[in-house]
């Protein structure tokens, strides 16, 4: 069985940073896509981030320059860091597994002005 586990959301103020994490089991993610998707309150969930297998990264506009994808093979788990956080940042973070279609329960990031 899948399993995506999200971690290290929480409260910040804007410009400060956070790391999420996206533990996975049942999968290994070295050879797997993973994307980082976002749902702020009344709004659509929002892409953010992927790393392929390969290694490489591509970012929503919205994110480009203040937010790196990253993975660790030995622990399986793929990481958001998050830079010069915004009010608008403000959102459940959610890791994806493309092959799977498997979603992460989610983490909450809150930035205050």
């Known amino acids: 069985q899948v399993q995506l586990v999200e971690s290290g959301g929480g409260s910040v103020q804007a410009g400060g940073s956070l790391r999420l994490s996206c533990a996975a089991s049942?999968?290994?993610?070295?050879?797997?896509?993973v994307a980082w998707h976002r749902q702020a309150p009344g709004k659509q969930r929002e892409f953010l981030a992927v790393?392929?297998?390969?290694?490489?990264?591509s970012y929503a506009d919205s994110v480009k320059g203040r937010f790196t994808i990253s993975r660790d093979n030995a622990k399986n788990t793929v990481y958001l860091q998050m830079d010069s956080l915004k009010p608008e940042d403000t959102a459940v973070y959610y890791c994806?597994?493309?092959?799977?279609?498997?979603w992460g329960q989610g983490t909450q990031v809150t930035v205050s002005s």
């Open positions: 994806y597994q493309l092959a799977y279609s498997v």
């Open positions: 049942g999968i290994t993610l070295s050879i797997n896509a």
């Open positions: 790393i392929t297998p390969g290694g490489r990264a």
